[in-house]
């Protein structure tokens, strides 16, 4: 059992920037891959970024440019720093974590990103 615990996410305008942190705990195995989905209401959940323990990141093309992920594999926590938000960025933001050798996802409750003006 893996246990994610969000936070950071709150109210900003539109062009200001926020950071997420997600801290895993729990059944945690060495080759894993850590990242952050949103869901919009009334939209399918969409990937934002993912991030192995080892290995190159990958972004949805809507956030390209604007997020970086990041992780401290010490502390087993992962961050999405988010520059240039827009209105359309607003979502329930969710961190995953994906055991390599299960292909189990474990998922946290979300943090709710608003942008608005």
């Known amino acids: 059992q893996v246990q994610l615990v969000e936070s950071g996410g709150g109210l900003v305008q539109p062009g200001g920037s926020l950071r997420l942190s997600c801290a895993a705990s729990g059944s945690i195995f060495s080759l894993n891959v850590m990242g952050w989905y949103r869901q919009a209401p009334g939209k399918e959940r969409e990937l934002v970024a993912t991030m192995p323990n080892a290995g190159p990141t990958n972004y949805g093309d809507s956030v390209k440019g604007r997020f970086t992920i990041s992780r401290d594999n010490t502390k087993n926590t992962v961050y999405l720093q988010m520059n240039g938000l827009k209105p359309e960025d607003t979502a329930v933001y969710y961190c995953?974590?994906?055991?390599?050798?299960?292909?189990?996802?474990?998922w946290g409750k979300g943090t709710l990103v608003t942008v608005s003006s």
């Open positions: 995953n974590l994906r055991n390599i050798g299960s292909g189990i996802n474990y």
